[in-house]
């Protein structure tokens, strides 16, 4: 308000009134600082009120003809808006009125004669109140409309990662289960799988870095080139490659991802994959037993034209479950600050040889749950479990 003109209503029958508060307030007048209106009676000024919504202050006689100034104090009250504030005016003895008004919900009161200078200084109190309690109006439905895109931008995300498990019910040679949960209303880690044929399963799992929307947005652009560019490129490494180069563009110098992107050969049980810097996944053998997959190097995507991306092909038997997480497993923290570390992911992979990928996948979330205890979780946690079952 004070970088806008304040309307001010003065309700009084007094015909004085109106010369002296134009006279008073020349100076705010001249500057379009103050605008005034004036009614005789609270029924004038009720009309003028409907007329005019961006006024916020009324200065209110208590003694007038038609409508005296505490009925139309309760008429104002009924209006329901916040915002609007009355200031009182009555005679110095008639207090009686006067704690009426306060009690009726007048914002403060002057007494007669005017002494103008308390007025103004009244004034000035009451529309920084006014100011401070508009701001706040305003600030929580800045607050109210950025939830509610939040919200929808969770909903969106959780579209891209797809959760309607199981999935390929009618193909008995894999099981596959994966989960994601934001450290906000939306997050960077993502997770996707798809057939790029009857016999080969493409999966993924990526960590953009940062937090809430920018990552979630660059996660959408990841998300959306491993699947257009793995739809057509067979090879993991090439696949990589090229899509680190259209990374380039749309990262700037704090953006990048990290992904692990595997092929699974759905008859042979052979698996290919390529590591852009992420997280190496274990392999929870058929007999239990839990290896690390050998490291193929490559660094984080969307940072470095012309790096080397390479491929590995190993092995599955069928039993064989390939786990896959971002850091967010590994680095989650308790109380105490410990971080649940690798070695507590394969404690629980090797505690846990005959559970299928969806118990794998949520028994893991609970195991770093109950890890981290009231911590609050500082990352995206995202698990993703592909099982061999034989072609």
Do not use: W
């Not at 004085?16 to 705010?28: E, G, I, P, V």
């Not at 006067?98 to 109190?125: H, Q």
């Not at 704090?254 to 810097?277: D, I, K, P, Q």
């Amino acid at each position: 308000m004070s970088e806008k003109c304040s309307k001010i209503l003065v309700v009084d029958d007094e015909p004085d009134l109106q010369l002296l508060m134009k006279q008073k307030f020349r100076r705010q007048i001249r500057k379009s600082e103050y605008e005034f209106f004036f009614a005789e009676d609270g029924v004038q000024a009720l009309e003028i009120i409907q007329q005019h919504e961006e006024i916020y202050l009324i200065l209110s006689d208590i003694n007038m003809p038609n409508m005296d100034g505490l009925t139309f104090l309760n008429e104002v009250q009924k209006l329901n808006r916040r915002e609007l504030k009355t200031i009182m005016v009555s005679a110095y003895g008639d207090m009686e009125n006067i704690r009426s008004a306060m009690n009726g919900g007048a914002y403060d009161f002057v007494t007669k004669p005017i002494d103008f200078n308390d007025l103004e200084t009244t004034i000035g109190k009451t529309l920084e109140e006014i100011e401070q309690y508009l701001t706040a109006v305003q600030t929580r439905q800045q607050l109210e409309a950025l939830n509610y895109d939040l919200d929808m931008a969770s909903r969106i995300q959780q579209k891209l990662l797809r959760r309607d498990f199981p999935v390929y019910t009618n193909d008995a040679r894999f099981h596959i289960h994966a989960g994601m949960l934001a450290a906000k209303y939306v997050g960077g880690d993502f997770y996707g799988f798809f057939k790029y044929d009857p016999d080969h399963l493409v999966f993924y799992v990526g960590d953009v870095s940062g937090k809430g929307m920018p990552a979630a947005i660059y996660m959408a652009v990841c998300q959306t080139m491993l699947k257009a560019i793995g739809s057509q490129i067979l090879s993991p490494a090439e696949s990589i490659t090229k899509v680190n180069r259209m990374l380039i563009p749309e990262s700037d110098i704090t953006t990048f991802v990290t992904v692990f992107y595997g092929v699974l050969n759905l008859t042979t049980g052979e698996l290919s994959y390529c590591n852009g810097g992420h997280n190496l996944p274990y392999l929870q053998h058929a007999d239990g037993s839990v290896t690390e997959l050998e490291d193929v190097g490559g660094l984080l995507m969307g940072k470095f034209d012309g790096m080397p991306y390479s491929e590995k092909t190993i092995q599955l038997k069928p039993g064989d479950t390939l786990v896959t997480f971002t850091d967010g497993v590994t680095e989650a923290e308790n109380s105490s600050a410990e971080m649940y570390e690798e070695e507590r992911v394969i404690s629980y992979l090797e505690t846990h040889p005959k559970e299928n990928t969806e118990q794998l996948v949520s028994g893991l979330f609970e195991e770093v749950e109950r890890f981290a205890g009231d911590a609050p979780q500082s990352d995206d946690i995202t698990v993703l479990a592909v099982q061999y079952k034989g072609g």
